[in-house]
Each structure stands twice: as C-alpha cells, then as structure tokens.
C-alpha cells in the first residue's frame, strides 16, 4: 500500500485512502476564512486590512494546496496503467481536486480576495543605462527631424500661398480699376 500512493505524497501533502477508496485530508486542510466566520470575531472590522491580509494568507494556502492535489492528479493520469496504480484512488483525487476548486471560487467570492486585479508580475528592462540613453537620443533626434519638416513644409506652404494672393489682390485691384 506504501508503494500504491507513493507518487500523491510527492508534493508533502499528507492524506490518506480509506478502505472504500475515499481521500481524507489532514483536519489544517480547511481553513475557515475570517470574513466568513461568526462568533468570537464579531468585534473584528471585516473591511480592516489585518483582516484581508489573512484571507489572502488562507487563500494562498488554499491555491497551493490545490498545486498540490493537481500534480498529484496528473501524477495518477499519468501512471494509470502501471500496476502499483489505483485508478479509484486518482478519480478520489480528481473528486477532491474538484471540490477545492468549487472552495476557492466560493472563498475568492466572500472574502473580497477575488476582486482584486490578476496582474503580471512586472519584467524588469534588460538593457543598460547606454543602450536606453541611446535609444532615447535617436528617438528625440527622429521627433526633431520630423518636426522640422513639418515646419519647413508649413512655411513653404504659406510662402506659396501669401506669393498667390499678392499679385492677385494687386491685378485685381487693377482690373477692377480699369473697368469702372
């Protein structure tokens, strides 16, 4: 029997199989979250950040307790059809994989944990001071170049412009002069 679950305890959860092949967990496997409990903790302000720092504790316990039991599953999927492998003992883990997930979803949902932002954790920039520094000297030296011609353009523009108008104005000026 040793031999049977030995790939399950490989992760350093402790649990068991009962004789009908039910999976029983250690009694620190459930941990009630503080914003769920009632009794001794109604003097305890729910919205405190004491109190969100340990839910989020228990729910990181939780979420690695879940690594767990998954390795563990996909250990079991992995090996099934070695001999030392019980299949009743991996759809048990499947089951109770199952019903921790459903525990998190729900304790995520009570606990205020679950509003928060899953973000990435941020990549530090792997290049150098010199390399940002030149980067950033050809990107303001393509910014003023680009400026640059816009202006030009813009006072070729208005030369052309103030150049049409002014002998228009002045052979309009004549024209209409010599017709009255």
């Known amino acids: ?60 316990n939780l979420v690695s307790r879940i690594q767990v039991l998954t390795r563990s599953a996909i250990a079991g999927i992995e090996q099934a059809y070695h001999q030392d492998v019980n299949p009743v003992q991996t759809a048990t883990l499947i089951d109770t994989l199952k019903r921790s997930l459903l525990e998190l979803v729900e304790a995520l949902r009570t606990s205020g944990v679950g509003a928060l932002p899953l973000e990435p954790p941020p990549v530090p920039d792997p290049r150098t001071d010199e390399q940002l520094l030149a980067e950033a000297t050809r990107t303001v030296q393509a910014l003023y170049e680009r400026q640059r011609r816009i202006q030009e353009g813009a006072s070729v523009v208005t030369n052309l412009l103030g150049a049409t108008d002014q002998p228009a104005s002045s052979q309009g000026s004549q024209g209409a002069g010599g017709r009255r």
Do not use: R
Request: hydrophobic share 35%.
């Open 1 to 60: 029997m040793a031999q049977q679950n030995s790939f399950y305890n490989a992760a350093g959860l402790s649990f068991g199989f009962d004789v009908a092949g039910n999976l029983s967990l250690p009694s620190s496997y459930s941990q009630p979250l503080l914003g769920s409990q009632s009794g001794s903790l109604s003097n305890l302000d729910l919205n405190s950040p004491e109190v969100f720092k340990q839910n989020i504790q228990i729910i990181q």
